[in-house]
């Protein structure tokens, strides 16, 4: 497998303020029907925050503990560990995507579907 093309720190930036975006956009108490179609790919099943922020912070683990000096120190095990636990945390709120789905048909949706990735 090829290796992949590493994402510029500006690029990663992008992607998190796009994230505020959001964020300040839900604050400002939009319609139910404008913001879910907002929720619905950031919780997805298979490719939301959730789920893709479990994967980072796993790999980010797995690359530490592969360059890391062996044994590892206190301090560097503490933190593999930390982002294993985190990343098992963020995970786990992939089931947030059922709940948009469910308040999805309770509210009717008024705002056009985001474009496909």
């Not at 959001?22 to 913001?35: F, S």
């Not at 925050?49 to 683990?61: F, H, K, Q, T």
């Not at 098992?88 to 308040?103: C, K, M, N, P, Y």
């Amino acid at each position: 497998m090829p290796n992949p093309t590493a994402p510029s720190p500006y690029q990663v930036a992008r992607a998190t303020d796009t994230l505020e975006q959001v964020k300040r956009y839900l604050r400002a108490n939009p319609p139910l029907a404008d913001a879910l179609p907002l929720l619905a790919p950031l919780l997805d099943e298979d490719t939301g925050v959730p789920l893709l922020l479990g994967d980072i912070l796993r790999e980010a683990a797995r690359l530490i503990s592969q360059q890391t000096g062996h044994p590892a120190d206190d301090e560097v095990r503490q933190i593999i560990d930390g982002l294993r636990t985190a990343a098992q945390e963020a995970t786990d709120w992939h089931i947030l995507h059922w709940d948009v789905q469910r308040l999805s048909r309770h509210f009717p949706q008024t705002a056009e579907e985001p474009s496909a990735r």
